[in-house]
Each structure stands twice: as C-alpha cells, then as structure tokens.
C-alpha cells in the first residue's frame, strides 16, 4: 500500500500564488505515473496535471501556462507550483499514484489538501 501525504493548501488572493507537495511512501522513480487531481463542490474530480516515471507533464487545458507540476523521484515527492490562481482554481487537491503490473493497474490517493481562491 503506498501512502501519499499532500501539503501547501491554503487561502489565497485571486492572482497570487500557491505551492502543493505530495511526499510517497514508495519509490516513485519504479514506472509509477504521478499526478493532481482536484474536485470542486459539487463537481466531478477532475486531473490537473500529471507526469510520467520520466517526468514528461501534462496539463489540463484550464491550467496550463499557470500550474507547472514536477516531481524529484530521489526524494519520492511531487509538486505543483500554481500561478495566477482564479477563484474557478478553488477545490479539494488529491496527489494520486498510478502504476501498471503484470496488465493491472494500481492508484493510490492521498487525503486531499484545500485551495481557496478569493478576495
């Protein structure tokens, strides 16, 4: 079972700026894709961003050019640098882990960290 403990949410101003951490229990660098999810209420979780064992990213179209994710596989850690926030930015984040053995896909979720973007 691989553990993933989130940290940096916050409370922030339209157009500023926030920093979330993902620390695992596990050696991301052995093939395990990396990423953020975020749900707001009453929505559907949704990806933000995510990056390969290799560190190729990927953005959803409603972050990209702000958010820039990245990962430190010596240190077992992800982050996701998050710039010019707009209040739509608001939700829960989830760090997720996702592996493929033996044609058998294995995700883990962290508990979720809160960003509020407002005035």
């Known amino acids: 079972q691989v553990q993933l403990v989130e940290s940096g949410g916050g409370l922030v101003q339209p157009g500023g700026s926030l920093r979330l951490s993902c620390a695992a229990s596990?050696?991301?660098?052995?093939?395990?894709?990396m990423g953020w999810y975020r749900q707001a209420p009453g929505k559907e979780r949704e990806l933000v961003a995510n990056?390969?064992?290799?560190?190729?990213?990927n953005y959803a179209d409603s972050v990209k050019g702000r958010f820039t994710i990245s990962r430190d596989n010596a240190k077992n850690t992800i982050s996701l640098q998050m710039n010019s926030l707009k209040p739509e930015d608001t939700a829960v984040y989830y760090c997720?882990?996702?592996?493929?053995?033996?044609?058998?896909?294995?995700?883990?979720w962290g508990q979720g960290t809160q960003v509020t973007v407002s005035s």
């Open positions: 997720h882990a996702e592996r493929w053995r033996l044609a058998k896909k294995y995700d883990y």
């Open positions: 596990t050696s991301i660098a052995s093939g395990y894709f």
């Open positions: 990056t390969t064992p290799g560190g190729i990213p």
